[in-house]
């Protein structure tokens, strides 16, 4: 198991946008009666509106999974593709969610 700098901090960055990121944009947008989960994976586990505890050790179970899976070929050099793919994931689904909690935020009510 030999691990380079370079992947390790890919691995960062896939923790913090697909496991922080996208936890917290999810969490936030399904806590609205209008938004729910899209992850056919998700829905079929726990629901369409998931709660942040199931959906937390189900992110870290995926990130254990992928890791696992990484440490598995680490040897290889197209290795670091499993944490730059799970970081572009991560990127994509986080910018998502914003877009939609952004896109229904309702309007402030001026009293």
Do not use: H
């Not at 901090?9 to 936030?28: F, H, P």
């Not at 609205?32 to 899209?38: H, L, P, S």
């Not at 994509?92 to 935020?105: G, P």
Request: charged fraction near 10%; hydrophobic fraction near 50%.
């Amino acid at each position: 198991m030999d691990v380079s700098t370079a992947e390790l901090q890919w691995w960062v960055v896939a923790v913090l946008l697909y496991g922080v990121g996208d936890y917290v944009t999810t969490v936030l947008a399904v806590r609205r009666a209008d938004i729910v989960e899209a992850n056919p994976a998700v829905t079929a586990l726990l629901s369409d509106q998931p709660g942040p505890v199931g959906f937390g050790l189900l992110k870290c179970g995926a990130l254990v999974v992928c890791f696992l899976g990484f440490l598995s070929i680490s040897a290889s050099p197209i290795a670091v593709g499993v944490p730059v793919g799970i970081a572009f994931l991560g990127g994509a689904v986080t910018l998502s969610n914003t877009v939609m909690i952004v896109r229904t935020d309702p309007e402030p009510t001026v009293d």
